[in-house]
């Protein structure tokens, strides 16, 4: 059966009144107002066929191309802050046409927020649907395309019908550059790492340090030449001069649980490796070495220093898919899950849930006793009147018969004994059987059983893998955790321990530290470590840090440490200055005061081992963090 509008339902009931009406009284008014209500309904019933037949020749038919372009090109992968192009067509092979119909394509972001862009039209074979339009991605990571959701309706607006068709679509959204023309925010100015006269470069460059003298060639500029040597040989010679020294660099950045979850806005993983790649373009635009190294808090990824263009287009597509992480298994229950995942479930695959292909048996609902604690109750409860008349059965049945009768009192002591508590044990059966009937609990058992079929249906798993992700929770909690992170589905907050997450933050510390104790080992020359790192509301022990930190500045090497602001990440609610503080404003004030406290801790740890830390607000430039950068390498020389 159609879905019927409120406006379809609405006819339909006024229809009928009126054609009832005026068959009742038919013997005392004219025809004409039956005929119009039957006529009406006719009428209904042709509309209903229209849409129908429609529906069925035209909706299984369609096919969905879609076409992503950014400057003009086909993008395999997009640069964030860079406008975009997509162009949806909706075309049928065969069928009737659809008169009416309304399509709605949804970009998500690997942040979790969605941009849904909806046009309407007609549909036939010979005229595809199709609309273009631009979008934009401001944060690195990924952007995720599942398909367009096709609205039906006849031209009355009587009948609806819904259906999702899929064409999933996933791109990689790099960093931006630095300038929109690829060009450096910041000029070199400063070579302090390595001091000048510790390590030489003994090829032909553009410092000012003079290499050696040779013939003129041509071609050579005339601002290289030697004009009191040429006068003395009396023939043009050239001047070389060496080359500048290049600083090595690397860059570590940090995936943790902590940095992938935001409190409110950008995660801090994808400011990590929006500012990360600026530094990396800028760096290499020098003629500068640099290297990548991603940790989280189980491992961490390098690459090895260099300065080519494919070495920065790695270095962006590993910024960007640290970027487009999404956070890990979080504590929840089956039930929880089963309330978050039932929307999208709904949303994106909403034939697999219809009755006819997803059913749910009237016996699912029951819940058996076997199946719970209570079962040891109703066995000792049933099996009590045999421990209680054990002692008379075994001694003599005729003497017990005998004395039951003699005294016709005890009759109801002896039915007490032996029906009562059978009659309790099967009154416990059917209470605790008919929970399952209850609203909440039969919405909640239909909801899992008809995930556990899309899940098994999705994984081609068979049908043993549905009473799999019935009955095992962890199994079924496992997958659910899939099926949200892999619709970029962000999910509610809380359910994570305090005790994991500082077991997660002393995790990441130990691999930063093994990392810089790797880099120290690799190095060749005195480079440069810029660490940006997330750091929680607990108190968790740096001391891994601190000894790798205190190894690289053992060996000359320079390290900058760059974390968020506590602003950024606890914004203040908007007060009014008469009222009172709300008790969310209060919390939020304490918070970003511990971490203040947090903050001012580690930058007196670092301080003592001489690494400057740097705040990375959300109102700070890429400009003025090169700028601190830039003064940072020119330290030495001052």
């Not at 530094?279 to 189980?298: E, P, W």
């Not at 790797?518 to 509301?537: G, K, P, Q």
Request: hydrophobic content about 45%; proline content about 7%.
């Amino acid at each position: 059966m159609k879905v019927l509008t409120a406006r379809g339902w609405w006819f339909l009931l006024a229809v009928s009144l009126i054609s009832l009406f005026g068959i009742v009284a038919l013997g005392w008014w004219s025809a004409t107002i039956p005929l119009l209500g039957l006529t009406a309904l006719v009428w209904f019933a042709y509309e209903w066929l229209k849409f129908a037949s429609e529906y069925h020749s035209t909706a299984t038919r369609l096919i969905l191309q879609r076409t992503i372009q950014q400057s003009h090109r086909d993008a395999v992968a997009l640069w964030a802050q860079t406008p975009f192009t997509v162009r949806v067509t909706l075309s049928a092979r065969d069928g009737l046409g659809l008169p009416f119909v309304v399509v709605e394509d949804e970009i998500v972001s690997s942040q979790g927020t969605r941009t849904a862009t909806r046009f309407q039209g007609s549909l036939t074979p010979e005229t595809p649907l199709e609309r273009e339009y631009v979008a934009r991605c401001d944060d690195p990571g990924m952007i995720r395309l599942e398909g367009v959701q096709i609205r039906l309706s006849d031209p009355a607006g009587f009948f609806y019908r819904r259906l999702f068709l899929r064409a999933p679509q996933e791109l990689l959204v790099l960093p931006p550059l630095v300038d929109t023309r690829g060009r450096p925010c910041s000029r070199k100015r400063f070579n302090a790492l390595p001091p000048p006269g510790l390590h030489r470069v003994r090829r032909p460059g553009n410092s000012n340090e003079l290499l050696d003298l040779r013939d003129y060639r041509p071609g050579d500029p005339p601002k290289l030449i030697a004009w009191r040597p040429t006068a003395r040989r009396d023939k043009l010679i050239t001047r070389e001069f060496e080359s500048e020294v290049p600083v090595r660099s690397q860059l570590f950045v940090d995936a943790s649980e902590a940095a992938q979850s935001a409190v409110s806005g950008i995660p801090p993983v994808a400011r990590f490796a929006q500012l990360a790649s600026a530094i990396a373009q800028t760096a290499m635009s020098n003629r500068d070495y640099v290297g990548l190294t991603i940790f989280d808090d189980v491992q961490s990824e390098y690459l090895a220093p260099a300065r080519s263009e494919s070495h920065l287009i790695r270095i962006t597509r590993l910024l960007a898919t640290a970027a487009a992480r999404f956070p890990g298994i979080r504590s929840a229950t089956p039930n929880e899950l089963t309330e978050w995942a039932y929307p999208v479930a709904v949303k994106y695959y909403p034939e697999l849930l219809q009755p006819r292909v997803n059913s749910r048996p009237f016996g699912l609902f029951w819940q058996p006793v076997s199946d719970s604690r209570l079962l040891i109750l109703v066995f000792i409860l049933m099996s009590w009147p045999l421990f209680a008349l054990q002692p008379y059965i075994l001694e003599n049945l005729s003497l017990f018969v005998e004395t039951v009768v003699a005294h016709g009192y005890r009759w109801q002591t002896l039915i007490a004994i032996m029906i009562l508590p059978s009659l309790l044990a099967g009154l416990l059966c059917l209470i605790h059987g008919i929970r399952g009937f209850l609203p909440r609990r039969a919405r909640q058992i239909s909801r899992r059983k008809q995930l556990a079929a899309l899940y098994a249906e999705l994984d081609q798993a068979g049908a043993g893998a549905i009473e799999h992700y019935w009955n095992d929770d962890p199994s079924f909690v496992e997958r659910s955790q899939k099926f949200l992170n892999g619709h970029r589905v962000p999910q509610p907050r809380g359910g994570i321990l305090a005790s994991q997450s500082v077991a997660h933050s002393a995790g990441s510390i130990a691999i930063l530290a093994r990392a810089i104790q790797a880099a120290v080992s690799r190095a060749r020359d005195n480079e440069l470590y810029i660490i940006t790192m997330h750091l929680t509301d607990d108190d968790t022990p740096l001391d891994p840090l601190l000894k790798a930190v205190r190894l690289a500045r053992a060996r000359h090497h320079h390290v900058l440490l760059l974390i968020p602001s506590p602003h950024a990440e606890t914004p203040p609610l908007p007060l009014e200055s008469s009222a009172p503080k709300p008790f969310a404003a209060i919390a939020q004030e304490a918070q970003r005061k511990c971490r203040e406290r947090r903050l001012d801790a580690v930058r007196t740890q670092f301080a003592a081992v001489g690494v400057p830390l740097l705040r990375v607000d959300a109102t700070d430039t890429i400009s003025s963090v090169m700028e601190q950068f830039d003064r940072l390498r020119g330290v030495r020389i001052r």
